[in-house]
């Protein structure tokens, strides 16, 4: 039983009457990313801030790497590292500093410290940033420094607070392809993310929460699964064609393809994917030139939109539970 | 497009850096856990180190001693002891204390500041000591606290002040104002984990301050105050403090005072060391 991660029941945790975190249950277990997806207010953050220590919970247990929040907090404090939402080093100190400041409080003496500052520095790529002022850094940056101080010592488990919100895109791959290297490296990764394409790119299982609950848990591939098939999208390149063209594709689907708005484009839901292969050669054997033809999974956007039930009009009341 | 066909693809085009990485990640070992001394101090390394990189919180603990020391000997020397020579050796101790305490209400707005920019988050969820992050910055303020005093010091001597306790005396005395402020710093840092923001940390703040050091014996004796004043002056820990202060840098017996000064001193560490870290436990 203690080789989850992180194990809740009922967590809550409330501020005034706002229930931040309303009854949550994981059992999220060690080693790959495990995503918390959501909107702004969901909870996320005060989730992970109960899980690092930093709050008590007012409700619920709480075990983290088979040790109590509350009764054991120090227990956890030595095998979990945090990476805020917001910056959690010292704007004023420099990014060698920070990282000299971390490894002294635990227990390096200064030139040993000094050593995994520089060595960490190294690998974050940012030797040549080390003597400047962390409120100099660029915002890639900052989030590399924040990192790095989270894994001065190894931890087991690695909190991290929407680790790239507000980045580009050539930082966020940064990011992800640290979070890929700490993962093979065995450590466990608790990421929570307003971003879908995030979650489907670096997590292994994901949580939706909203309002505090979380409402939906399983791999991309099954959130996805829970809205429906794959979608397919064709716009001829003439709209004349388009009558001809969905006359075949229904013909080799045999699924109902839907007109859209623009004057060029259909669209259905398709179950088997070999038939879509079939439909593209009729299309061409017809000689119905095409500007686009997509097969898409529903993006986690749908099944986010379907899960909490704003406006996608996917019929899914999904419970998606793969536990 | 798939999950998996990006996920390859990722790892595959993994830039040097994630070697590196890894490597780090390989190479750390867990040194022992330093001890509650050891933490307090490297806390107290990073405050200096803000004042390194931030001198300008030097400003105050010059301009404020050297604004008040001025403004007090003259404003009140005449009226009060007939001449300003006269007048500082009486001021000058308590100038001191006014000084330093004045300054002690920037470590609540600094920790208010530090706890809203998310380091306090870092550092709580460290396995160390829990008060060690505040001890040290209380520590490290008593470095600034020292400036303010020898500030105070060297303009009181330009002015005349000649106290009868010489060096010696000085620094007992500098030591038990240091000790005082280091106990009421406590005090701010309950008020900063308990208020929302700086501004009202600063306001409270203001509010204690100004009847703890001018409810007191820093200006005028207290045999000229009306009763329910004396009444407060004489309870009023700063009097002690003052008191004590005044006595060891002019060379004469303290008496009750010193010890009061360190039961007080205690006393706030005591109860608001404890309400802080209460506080601290929760902290946003
Ligand atoms: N310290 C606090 N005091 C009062 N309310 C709080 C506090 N922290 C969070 N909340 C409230 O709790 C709810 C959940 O907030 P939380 O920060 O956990 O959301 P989140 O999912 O992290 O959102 P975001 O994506 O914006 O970071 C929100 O309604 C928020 O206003
Ligand atoms: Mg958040």
Do not use: C
């Not at chain 2, 404020?64 to 000058?92: K, N, R």
């Not at chain 2, 040290?136 to 106290?163: E, H, K, N, Q």
């Not at chain 2, 203001?206 to 007191?216: A, C, E, H, W």
């Amino acid at each position: 039983m203690n080789d989850l991660a992180i194990e809740t029941h009922g967590l809550v945790k409330v501020f005034g009457s706002n229930r931040a975190v309303d009854g949550v249950d994981l059992a999220i277990p060690r080693g790959g990313v495990h995503g918390f997806l959501g909107p702004n207010g969901a909870g996320k953050t005060t989730t992970i801030r109960v899980l690092a220590t930093l709050a008590r919970p007012d409700g619920g247990t709480a075990r983290v790497l088979g040790r109590d929040v509350v009764t054991e907090a120090n227990e956890v404090r030595q095998r979990v590292s945090l990476t805020g939402q917001f910056a959690s080093v010292d704007e004023d100190l420099t990014g060698r500093e920070n990282l000299r400041l971390i490894g002294r409080l635990f227990g390096h003496r200064g030139a040993a410290a000094r050593r995994r500052a520089d060595e960490l520095l190294d690998a974050f790529g940012l030797g040549d940033a080390g003597d400047r002022q962390v409120k100099k850094y660029s915002g890639g940056m900052r989030r590399r420094i924040d990192i790095a101080a989270s894994i001065v010592v190894t931890p087991e488990l690695l909190f991290l607070d929407e680790p790239t919100t507000g980045l580009d895109p050539r930082s966020r791959n940064e990011v992800w392809d640290i979070v890929r290297a700490m993962v093979s490296s065995g450590t466990t990764v608790l990421l929570t993310t307003q971003y879908l394409d995030e979650a489907d790119q670096l997590a292994d299982r994901i949580s939706v929460i909203d309002r505090g609950k979380v409402i939906a848990e399983g791999t991309s591939t099954e959130l996805k699964a829970s809205v429906g098939s794959g979608s397919l999208h064709v716009r001829v390149m003439d709209r004349v064609d388009r009558e001809a063209a969905r006359a075949i594709l229904e013909r080799e689907l045999a699924v109902d393809v839907r007109e859209e708005a623009d004057p060029n484009a259909l669209s259905a839901n398709v179950d088997e994917q070999g038939r879509v292969t079939r439909a593209l050669s009729a299309l061409d054997d017809a000689r119905i030139p095409l500007a686009q033809f997509s097969l898409g999974q529903p993006t986690l956007d749908e099944v986010f939109l379907s899960l909490t039930g704003h406006p996608a009009e996917e019929t899914t009341e999904t419970e998606v539970d793969a536990a | 497009m798939t999950l998996d066909s990006t996920r390859t693809e990722g790892a595959g085009a993994a830039p040097d850096g994630s070697a590196k990485i890894l490597q780090a990640l390989a190479s750390s070992e867990r040194p022992t856990p330093p001890g509650p001394l050891s933490t307090s101090l490297t806390f107290g390394w990073r405050a200096l180190l803000k004042i390194k990189h931030v001198p300008e919180q030097l400003f105050d603990v010059t301009v404020f001693p050297v604004m008040f020391t001025l403004l007090f000997t003259f404003l009140f020397g005449g009226a009060l002891a007939g001449s300003t020579e006269d007048y500082i050796q009486f001021l000058l101790p308590g100038i001191m204390v006014q000084g330093v305490i004045m300054i002690t209400m920037y470590t609540g707005t600094t920790l208010r500041t530090d706890l809203e920019k998310g380091v306090f988050d870092r550092f709580r969820s460290l396995p160390i000591w829990r008060p060690s992050a505040l001890v040290g910055m209380l520590l490290g303020d008593a470095v600034r606290f020292t400036i303010s005093l020898t500030v105070t010091a060297l303009l009181g001597l330009v002015l005349g002040w000649r106290p009868g306790g010489g060096f010696g005396g000085f620094l007992v005395g500098a030591a038990l104002i240091l000790l005082f402020s280091f106990s009421l710093g406590w005090v701010w840092t309950f008020l900063s984990l308990l208020l929302r923001t700086s501004g009202s940390v600063m306001g409270v703040s203001m509010l204690v301050i100004t009847p703890l050091t001018f409810g007191s014996n820093i200006f005028v004796d207290p045999s000229t105050m009306p009763g329910w004043l004396q009444a407060f002056v004489e309870v009023n820990p700063v009097s002690h403090l003052v008191t004590s202060v005044r006595a060891v840098m002019g060379g004469i017996d303290p008496g009750a005072s010193l010890p009061l000064t360190i039961v007080w001193s205690a006393a706030l560490i005591a109860v608001f060391g404890t309400l802080t870290m209460w506080r601290y436990r929760d902290a946003r």
